[in-house]
């Protein structure tokens, strides 16, 4: 619910500083909640550059904000330690941008019960409700998913929860931290009145007959088809699994009915960037032949090109067979564009073909790596579960690997390991500011939609561990042994990461598992640059120019609203002060009395203004009634 | 092997959890009040 008033808002693109205390991995996260606001609010980010109001970003004690813009010039956000997690940077942002809890909002009654002896004593007060003139629901129901809400044990005593929803099946839903859910998206959305985003561009799951304004290219020898099932494959979409009868649809290239080496090219509709960079993002099922492949091109559209000029991005080869699963391809796109998709038919004996579904095209970086688990939830029955990703190299060539365990009862951990790997001899150690991004991908058909859950961790190079060296130095030194499935030796450095990445409550909610299929997306990329100190730029006008100069009397505080200093006056139930500084006291005797004085002074001067009006008229007719005879004309005197 | 660095210490705390264990009284348990907003 949002803090009525419309001083509260924030220009949809907000400067920000973030501040020298700020811990690098924070940096980071801070800077991927802003992606998300990117590609699912029409809120936008930009470095401070005198700016008169702005959100100063630093590492205080503790998670905290104020709730909207204050208007006080440098406007402060902790992000303290433990604070740097993405689904909190976006919730203590939120705040910012003048949003309250969720279950503090006026109608939180009828939706959850407050259990008011289960919390800590002196504590109460954090469970307050909103009147509908403090804030407002934004016409948008109750919100069980919000990022804004407390979870169930906030503030308890004991070990009851102090939360309990009227609908129980959503107890181990309130408080996740995971992302935006829909209805957060919705009242950011309408307070802010958004129509689009900077960095969204299109997400199709072909469920609707125009597929997506999608055309079939007449430079082929063959048609995608828009199917809900093939007999060799797949049996249903992916966007539901087939769960939804009459529904589910996905476009399919039968290889099996064409010669080898025949295509069939399906184009996306004109697209607009407006970042120069894009990540496309798919599934793809082979049930035709190994052979078989999947050419992404680009048509871009310029000047000198109005017909648009196919440039090949990735030929995708090796496509297993029997699965969906899910690809990512990277563009680099400033001009209008088409996405092309070219199924080629390969040799080998083919039964069915290439199939293509919730496909996602958006403004941000795609990740790395993608380690995608099958059979997961075999795992989470095992109590000695635990698994290893396969080995990856980071950009800078630096080896690594991905530990989950799935051995506590309620939730599952992840943590990263550098490993020895071929380019150690030319790489820097210890490792130096490498961060890792580990997102377990909620697998919803439209990106706008997912609550996909990320941490980060990041190398920071002085670290030490208990035996003195550096936790990140090269895995062949401080390293264990460790063998690869297929035997192959090698060395892994401890593992840095945490033991509550998610619980399984949460990871069997959403779509984290589909088909039995988990993805974690992985990033490692090199933060150093943001241990540069921010530049602080002179503001347009700052809070402290305007205010210096103008004095709020009676403990009014000095704001700086549209370019002026004004005063915000205290007041209580039944007294204020006004004026320019809050100079005049008031209160509701005082106006009774005014009120009371004004009408009795009103009908003394009405009183006063009759009587002389009624004196007045009557000496005038006395006067002419005694001046009669003298000036009247007698005749007929006789008569 | 030695034991992986958990840094959340095996604990899963939510962001009042974090400012209560600091001392913190914020209201609402993250929110920072300006002084008419106190008032």
């Known amino acids: 619910n949002s803090i009525v008033g419309e001083g509260y808002r924030w220009p949809h693109t907000i400067p920000y500083v973030l501040d020298d205390s700020l811990e690098m991995n924070a940096r980071g996260v801070i800077l991927e909640a802003f992606e998300r606001y990117r590609l699912k609010t029409c809120i936008d980010f930009k470095p401070w550059s005198g700016e008169a109001n702005y959100i100063s970003v630093f590492k205080g004690s503790g998670c905290w904000s104020s709730v909207g813009n204050q208007h006080v010039g440098k406007q402060n956000l902790s992000i303290g330690h433990n604070c740097d997690r993405t689904a909190t940077v976006q919730h203590e942002f939120l705040h910012a941008l003048g949003f309250f809890h969720e279950q503090s909002r006026s109608d939180r009654d009828d939706y959850v019960s407050i259990i008011w002896d289960r919390i800590t004593p002196g504590k109460e007060n954090n469970f307050k409700a909103y009147t509908d003139e403090e804030t407002d629901s934004l016409n948008v129901p109750y919100d069980y998913n919000s990022v804004m809400h407390y979870s169930k044990t906030a503030f308890q005593i004991g070990s009851e929860p102090t939360i309990v929803t009227r609908i129980s099946d959503f107890m181990d839903v309130i408080g996740q931290r995971l992302d935006f859910s829909d209805h957060d998206l919705l009242k950011l959305n309408r307070l802010y009145n958004c129509s689009s985003s900077l960095s969204f561009m299109d997400s199709c799951d072909f469920e609707l007959e125009n597929v997506c304004g999608m055309i079939q290219s007449s430079e082929d020898s063959a048609d995608w088809q828009r199917v809900s099932q093939v007999p060799e494959g797949p049996e249903s979409d992916h966007s539901n699994m087939g769960q939804c009868k009459g529904s589910g649809f996905f476009m399919h290239f039968s290889s099996s009915s064409v010669n080898v080496g025949d295509t069939a090219v399906l184009e996306s509709r004109k697209l607009y960037p407006k970042r120069g960079f894009q990540c496309l993002q798919f599934f793809l099922y082979n049930s035709g032949h190994e052979n078989d492949q999947l050419d992404i091109y680009i048509r871009e559209y310029s000047g000198d090109n109005v017909n648009g000029i196919l440039i090949l991005v990735e030929e995708i080869k090796d496509i297993p067979l029997g699965s969906w699963q899910l690809y990512h391809v990277t563009l680099k796109v400033t001009n209008k564009f088409r996405v092309v998709f070219r199924g080629v038919r390969g040799a080998g004996d083919s039964l069915g073909g290439l199939s293509i579904d919730d496909i996602n095209l958006s403004e941000t970086q795609c990740p790395h790596h993608t380690w995608h688990i099958r059979n997961f939830t075999q795992y989470l029955s095992d109590p000695n579960g635990a698994l290893f990703s396969p080995p990856f190299y980071s950009s800078k060539g630096y080896a690594f690997q991905i530990y989950m365990t799935l051995t506590n009862l309620t939730k599952i951990g992840i943590y990263f390991h550098l490993i020895s790997g071929a380019n150690d001899d030319q790489l820097q150690w210890p490792c130096p500011w490498q961060q890792a991004t580990m997102t377990i991908l909620d697998q919803n058909p439209d990106i706008r939609q997912r609550m996909s859950n990320g941490r980060s961790i990041t190398t920071d190079p002085s670290l030490t561990s208990d035996d003195g060296n550096y936790f990140w130095d090269r895995p062949s030194k401080v390293g264990t042994e460790a063998f690869f499935p297929n035997g192959t030796q090698f060395k892994r450095s401890r593992g840095y990461g945490s033991s509550s990445f998610i619980t399984y409550e949460r990871l069997k909610s959403r779509d984290f598992i589909k088909g039995n299929d988990v993805y974690i997306l992985l990033t490692v990329e090199d933060i150093s640059h943001l241990n540069s100190t921010q530049d602080e730029p002179v503001p347009t006008s700052s809070v402290s120019d305007l205010c210096a100069f103008f004095r709020c009397e009676n403990d009014g505080i000095c704001l700086v609203r549209n370019g002026n200093a004004e005063c915000r006056c205290p007041s209580g139930e039944d007294w204020w002060y006004m004026g320019k500084r809050c100079e005049k006291r008031g209160s509701r005797r005082d106006t009774i009395v005014i009120a009371t004085s004004s009408t009795a002074a009103v009908f003394a001067l009405m009183l006063v203004i009759t009587l002389v009006s009624v004196y007045c008229t009557r000496k005038k007719y006395r006067k002419e009634a005694g001046s009669h005879p003298a000036n009247t004309t007698l005749e007929n005197q006789y008569a | ?39």
């Open chain 2, 1 to 39: 092997a030695p034991e992986n660095f958990d840094v959340d210490g095996g604990l899963d705390r939510d962001i009042f959890d974090i400012n209560e264990d600091l001392g913190l009284d914020l209201f609402e348990g993250d929110i920072s009040l300006d002084g008419v907003q106190e008032r």
